[in-house]
């Protein structure tokens, strides 16, 4: 067992650092909301702390899922950030979804301390979060992260380290680009069968058994059809995500074409006062299928 910190206590980091407790880890929290911080070491029977640094004070491993780039900064740097109060040895590990450029800079700065940095971003989403099944990417140096890894393995099911820093926030976007892709697809076959007459449910039980199956469809043809979009991932972070994935691709010279359509799509949706709604929203801007 060890000592860990989590920082960041959202609908997935609230649940992997209860996983990480129910483990027997010692664990530490901090939010930016301190009465949430409170109310998560009540529940669990850890500690809080007011500033990352004092979270990070003697922990072995610092965990972290904030919100975006300048978030992962904040709670990183400068005299209440995380750095300031590891030791030499500890090793963060990031599990927000970021650039994989903020990550080399920080991998970079924890290195100059002797701080081993593991860019982790995760899938699954908040029931893989709440349920300990999330996957787990992962770059950065081989022995820190052969060191996180057990401790990761509380709220994952499987975790793989893919290359060096930054390896693990770009498979994320692969991961991403996938999903817009397949989230597209369903909308507009499910808007299809709407025009159509056809009974989607029916069609869906039909080809998910076959090639075009997939956890997209078998988790979020029924709350589609049914004009529910409260289940998971929001179309902001979604776009943020997207966002990301298409400013590297213009780095490295890649060619996201249906990637930089669904974006826009997206943008639809939360013009559309949608923001909020988790990403199987798409299909509101092809069907009447929508929330009352």
Known sequence: MAKVTFLGLGVMGGPMAGHLAAKGHEVTVYNRTVAKAR?????HGGSFAATPAAAA???????ACVGNDDDLRSVCLGPDGAFAGMAAGAVFVDHTTVSARVTRE??????????????????GGQAGAENGVLSVMCGGDAEPYARAEPVIAAYSRICRRLGESGAGQLAKMMNQICIAGLVQGLAEALAFGQKAGLDGEAVVEVISQGAAGSWQMANRHKTMLAGKFDFGFAVDWMRKDLGICLDTADEIGASLPVTALVDQFYKDVQLMGGGRNDTSSLIRRLTSFDRD
Do not use: C, N, T, Y
Request: aromatic content about 10%; glycine content about 10%.
């Open 39 to 43: 109310d998560w070491a009540a529940r």
């Open 57 to 63: 004070e003697g922990a072995e491993f610092v965990m």
């Open 106 to 123: 920080l991998h970079a700065l924890a290195a100059e301390q002797g701080i081993g940095f593991v860019d982790a971003p995760v899938s």
